[in-house]
C-alpha cells in the first residue's frame, strides 16, 4: 500500500489518544506517534502490560510529549490527568495494534486495566487496527467479537494480508502508520454528509471488440475517486461504480468494478435505491459494438489487404435515466467539452434533468482526461455559472461537494441525512 494513497486525505487535527496493546507489531507504535504527531495532533499513549514487553514508554513519551501511562493504579504526579479525564480528554482513541485478546475483552466490556477502562468510560469514537497471526483472525471469536464491536460503532482499519512475524501467510498484519493517520483525520472531520449516501461514477467504460481488443477512452477515474475519497472523509456512506482503472480504492469507499457502459448500467441501477446523492463522473462510451467477437478477430483470417469495419449501437444514457427517476435525489452530471462549454453544459443539465453540470474544458492545458487537475464551471437550472480556476481534483471534489451540502440543508431545511424518495 503506497502511501501517496493518503497523501491527500488531510482530515482535521485533534486530541487523539494512542492505546498499544502487546503484539509484535507494537514495534510500529514509535512510527504512528510521529506520523499522527506530523499531522498535527496531540497525541497521549498507554500500554497494556504485554504492549510494556514491546516498546519502551520512554520512546512514546519523547515523541508524543507526554507521560505515557499503563498502569490503572498509578501513583499519580501533581497534575497529573486521571484515568476518567484521559478517557473524556480524547477526541479519537486509536488502538493499534489491537491484539485478539484486547478485542475480545473490548467486546465483553472487561476493564481490568487502564486501557479497558478507557476504552469502556471514553465517548469518542474508535479505531480498533488489528494485528494477529491469520488463525487468530479468522478464529469464529475473534470474528464474533468483531461483529459486536462493529454492531456498537468501533471502526477498523486492516489487517493487511501478507507475511507475517509468526511465519505464517494471510491477513493479520497491522495497517501502514500513515494509512492509520489518515483515517485519524478522516475520522476527526465534522461529518457534514454523515447520513449522506453517495453514488459516483469514475473512469472511462471498455466496450469489447473481441476477447483482446475494446473501445475505451482516456478517463483515468481520477476525478471520481477524488470526490469519493472527499465524501468519504465528510462522512458519507460511499459507493464507487468504477471502470477499468489501476487506482487504488480511497479509504472508507465501497468500490464496485465494471467494464462497459452496460454494466455500469447495471451496478448504477442496484445502488441507486439507497443513494440519496448521484454523481457521475464516468466518460461512457456512447456506442459498444453491435456483435463483439467471440474469438480473436485475425488479419490473416480476412481477405489480403483488407479493412475491418465494426458496426457500433447506442449505449444507454445512464444519467439520463437516472434524471428521469431521481425522486428527492440530488444528481450531478459531468460535461467534457472542446468548444462552447457553457452551452453545451446548459443542454445536457436540462436533458439530464440534472441539478448541477460540471462543466471542463478538455482543450486546456493540464486540466480534464487523465491529469492531477481540472478546470471546470459549475452551471445551474435558472442560468447560473460559477467557474473555477485550475485546481488539483481534489480541491474540485471538496468545491463540489460544499455545493451539494448546500443543496442537500437548502432542501432539508438545514436538517441534514433524509433519504431520498424510492
Ligand atoms: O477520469 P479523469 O481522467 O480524472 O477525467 C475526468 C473527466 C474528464 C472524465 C471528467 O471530469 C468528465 O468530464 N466526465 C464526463 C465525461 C463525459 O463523458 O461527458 P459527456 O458529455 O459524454 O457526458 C455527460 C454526462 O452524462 C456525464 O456525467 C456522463 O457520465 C453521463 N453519461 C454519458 C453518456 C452515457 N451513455 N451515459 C451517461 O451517463
Redesign the pocket.
Known sequence: MGSDRFASLKGRAGRVLLAVSGGIAAYKAPELVRALVKGGHNVRCTLTPAAERFVSPLVLSTLCGARVRSALFDSTEEGEIDHIALADWAELVIVAPATAHLLARMAHGLADDLTTTLLLATRAPVLAVPAMNVNMWRHPATQQNLVLLRERGVRFLGPEAGELACGWEGEGRMSEPSAIAAMAGLLLTPPTLAGEVLLV???GTREAIDPVRAITN???????FAIASEAARRGAQVVLVAGPTSLATPLGVRRVDVES?LEMQLAVQRELVSATVVI?????S?FRVAKPADRKIRKEDLPPGAGLSLELVR?????KQIGEEKGRRIVV????ESHDLVENARK?LVA?KCDIIVA?D?TREGS???VDA?AVVFVWPGGGVEELPLLS?LEVAGRLLDHVEKLRDARQGGAPGTKADG
Not at 482516456?218 to 471520481?224: A, D, H, I, L, Q
Not at 449505449?315 to 444519467?319: A, E, G, S, Y
Not at 452530471?333 to 467534457?336: E, N, R
Request: no cysteine; hydrophobic share 40%.
Open positions: 461514477t469514475a473512469g482516456r478517463s483515468s477515474g481520477k476525478m471520481g457502459a457521475m463522473t464516468a466518460a461512457v456512447d449505449n444507454p444514457d445512464i444519467l452530471g459531468f460535461a467534457a445536457k439530464k471542463n478538455i480534464g482526461f487523465d481540472n481534483k
